[in-house]
């Protein structure tokens, strides 16, 4: 399974576009990547998927590189609701009940 | 929509003690996980189902067991409450890779005395 690195933590402010970026260099051919969220006292929630060029649904839109390495989440005009930490992760459907959450990316939003 | 139910929210016992947290969901998922998260860490799986009566070890499996009844619900015990193991347990259900969706509780969070 490939491994994911996120930068730790990331400031906005109130109304900004985020970009949080995760980096998969050793992503199978058979892998996707998955997005989630978790704020303050709730359990992780499902933000967005993909398998590559990009994706957009009502929360955010996802790019992810040519080669696959690198994928971009966008948050756009964040609210202090936004404020949480941002998981991505790369597994194959086969693995998937699996799946492991790492640290994360903490997005504080400021007013 | 659907719902992840857990109880209880908040767990007190002793060092040693057997404890168990229950799930409940009613999307219909086949699916059913439970999780540790540590304070300020990520989620770390300790067992999944993928269907009434059958468990699955995550990578933290020892020292826990799992019971799944019914489709609609996940019991995780803990066989015997250490103080290094205070955090927060979390349910999740889905459909597994096929939507690549987990549906996640609030939590149930452990103290031990």
């Known amino acids: 399974l490939a491994k994911t690195t996120q930068p730790p933590s990331m400031e906005a402010y109130e109304g900004q576009e985020v970009n949080v970026s995760c980096s998969h260099t050793?992503?199978?051919?058979?892998?996707?990547i998955y997005w989630y969220r978790q704020v303050p006292h709730q359990g992780p929630q499902f933000i967005i998927q993909?398998?590559?060029d990009y994706v957009v649904n009502e929360v955010a839109s996802l790019f992810i590189s040519a080669d696959r390495k690198l994928s971009t989440l966008s948050l756009p005009w964040v609210s202090l609701r936004d404020a949480a930490v941002y998981y991505c992760?790369?597994?194959?459907?086969?693995?998937?009940?699996?799946?492991?959450f790492g640290a994360g990316t903490r997005l504080a939003v400021c007013p | 929509g659907g719902i992840i139910t857990q109880t209880p929210k908040f767990l007190i016992g002793q060092e040693g003690q057997k404890l168990t947290l229950k799930c409940q969901q009613n999307?219909?998922?086949?699916?059913m996980y439970w999780y540790r998260q540590d304070s300020g860490k990520g989620l770390r799986l300790i067992y999944y189902?993928?269907?009434?009566?059958?468990?699955q070890k995550g990578d933290l499996s020892e020292g826990y067991d799992a019971s799944r009844e019914k489709k609609s619900s996940f019991s995780l015990t803990v066989t015997s409450a250490q103080k290094n193991e205070m955090a927060v347990f979390l349910c999740?259900?889905?459909?597994?890779?096929?939507?690549?969706?987990?549906?996640f509780g609030e939590g149930s969070k452990l103290t031990v005395l």
């Open positions: 999740a259900s889905g459909t597994g890779g096929r939507t690549g969706q987990l549906y």
């Open positions: 050793n992503i199978a051919t058979s892998e996707y």
């Open positions: 993909g398998y590559k």
């Open positions: 992760i790369v597994t194959d459907m086969g693995s998937f009940n699996k799946l492991t």
């Open positions: 999307f219909n998922h086949d699916t």
């Open positions: 189902s993928i269907t009434e009566n059958d468990l």
